[in-house]
């Protein structure tokens, strides 16, 4: 958050030592940082037209809470003409360091399909999908020919998978190429899938 008078920026030190600058577009604004990659994140440096902070020499000493606190006080007593000046500091510092975590994302493979005569009564294939990574429980989206495949009164035709192998077996009547048009684990983390082709055509044995 911003604590300077006018527009500021701010320089963070990525996973990997990458160094990038970020420009606050506002007074007193709170600038968002899409984090790409696990690791590290570490506010190095923040300032305006008017003054900076230097952050980095200090990255070490400010991972401990007692001086951390000390120096709070230290800074606050100094700067009692510039109240706000020094809380913004204050929180600066204090929040130097953010650690970002990406979780597996789960993946789906889909399998079975072929042929069965068409108009045949109760007739169907079996279209199979396997679902691994990630976090259980899954749900999965089925689309056919691109279309996704409502499955009952469930927003986004999105399907359980409760078999503890992560499999999910879907009859179908229906001719067409069938595909995973969506996975998600209990993290709400999504992947990819394939396809499969199946349903009602020509002849053969189901």
Same mark, same amino acid.
């Given at each position: 958050?911003?604590? @300077?008078?006018?527009?500021?920026?701010?320089?963070?030190?990525?996973?990997?030592? =990458?160094?990038?600058? @970020?420009?606050?577009?506002?007074?007193?604004?709170?600038?968002?940082?899409?984090? $790409?990659?696990?690791? =590290?994140? $570490?506010?190095?440096?923040?300032?305006? !037209?008017? /003054?900076? &902070?230097?952050?980095?020499?200090?990255?070490?000493?400010?991972? #401990?809470?007692?001086?951390?606190?000390?120096?709070?006080?230290?800074? *606050?007593?100094?700067?009692? *003409?510039?109240?706000?000046?020094?809380?913004?500091? !204050?929180?600066?510092? $204090?929040?130097?360091? &953010?650690? %970002?975590?990406? @979780?597996?994302?789960?993946?789906?493979?889909?399998?079975?399909?072929? @042929?069965? /005569?068409?108009?045949?009564?109760?007739?169907? %294939?079996?279209?199979?999908?396997?679902?691994?990574?990630?976090? #259980?429980?899954?749900?999965?989206?089925?689309?056919?020919?691109?279309?996704?495949?409502?499955?009952?009164?469930?927003?986004?035709?999105?399907?359980?998978?409760?078999?503890?192998?992560?499999?999910?077996?879907?009859?179908?009547?229906?001719?067409?190429?069938?595909?995973?048009?969506?996975?998600?684990?209990?993290?709400? /983390?999504?992947?990819?899938?394939?396809?499969?082709?199946?349903?009602?055509?020509?002849?053969?044995?189901?």
């Amino acid at each position: 958050e911003g604590g @300077f008078t006018g527009k500021w920026w701010v320089e963070i030190m990525f996973p990997g030592g =990458n160094l990038r600058r @970020f420009d606050a577009d506002k007074d007193k604004d709170t600038l968002l940082v899409s984090a $790409s990659s696990a690791g =590290n994140y $570490s506010l190095v440096r923040a300032g305006s !037209a008017q /003054c900076s &902070v230097e952050l980095d020499q200090q990255l070490e000493e400010e991972q #401990r809470p007692e001086h951390a606190q000390q120096r709070v006080a230290k800074e *606050e007593k100094e700067q009692t *003409e510039d109240k706000e000046g020094a809380r913004a500091l !204050a929180r600066s510092r $204090s929040s130097s360091h &953010v650690s %970002v975590t990406m @979780f597996e994302s789960p993946s789906a493979e889909i399998s079975g399909g072929g @042929f069965t /005569c068409a108009g045949g009564q109760g007739q169907h %294939v079996d279209v199979v999908v396997s679902v691994s990574g990630g976090l #259980r429980p899954y749900s999965v989206q089925l689309a056919r020919d691109g279309k996704v495949l409502a499955h009952g009164t469930v927003q986004g035709g999105w399907r359980q998978v409760t078999r503890a192998d992560g499999k999910l077996v879907v009859p179908v009547w229906d001719k067409g190429v069938y595909t995973v048009s969506g996975v998600r684990d209990a993290r709400k /983390c999504t992947g990819s899938g394939g396809s499969a082709s199946g349903g009602s055509g020509g002849s053969g044995g189901s």
